[in-house]
């Protein structure tokens, strides 16, 4: 290296994906890590994972490893133990099934159970689907409030809509606090 070059910054941050089975995680996460969409995604058995290298800018690179987590009931006595080390979440919700406030909150606690302050990103999955919409933004947004959650954004795996902004939002919100 050069006497006048710096060094980049090297983030590797892991990201775990909660939420209902069949909210999404897994279609949302093929969509951003591999760029396309299958109809025929099956429900996610324990938890999954992928990498995705961010684009880099001219300061830091970024790796995500993102953790895609079974949203079925008969696995969640197991996630208390895969969230430790997770840096954010990303909470998914289909937007065409209004969610039970007791569903939401047990997520928010399975992964803040190390972490009372970890960002969570709460993410309306299946936008794409216009006519069978069910949740409201204002209910997002009241949800987004009760638990101070890092924002909310709605997403269509099918269409790609979001699904990269997503990311970039909850990939920027970490590099903020790894500046402090």
Not at 51 to 67: F, G, H, P, R, V
Not at 154 to 159: G, I, P, V
Request: proline share 2%; hydrophobic share 45%.
């Amino acid at each position: 290296m050069g006497i006048n070059s710096v060094e980049k910054r090297k983030y590797l941050f892991k990201i775990v994906t909660i939420g209902e089975g069949g909210s999404g995680k897994t279609s949302l996460l093929r969509r951003y890590v591999e760029g396309k969409f299958d109809e025929s995604t099956v429900l996610t058995v324990g938890v999954d994972f992928y990498i995705k290298e961010l684009d880099s800018n001219s300061e830091a690179e970024c790796t995500l490893q993102l953790w895609d987590f079974s949203g079925q009931l008969r696995f969640r006595h197991m996630l208390g133990n895969y969230v430790m080390g997770a840096r954010a979440a990303l909470l998914l919700v289909d937007l065409t099934h209004m969610p039970e406030m007791e569903e939401l909150i047990e997520w928010v606690n399975i992964v803040r159970s190390h972490d009372p302050v970890l960002p969570i990103l709460l993410v309306g999955a299946k936008a794409d689907l216009k006519d069978l919409i069910a949740v409201e933004d204002e209910f997002m947004l009241n949800v987004v409030n009760t638990f101070n959650m890092a924002g909310y954004i709605k997403t269509s795996a099918k269409t790609g809509h979001n699904v990269n902004k997503a990311f970039k939002l909850i990939a920027k919100t970490l590099m903020n606090r790894c500046k402090y």
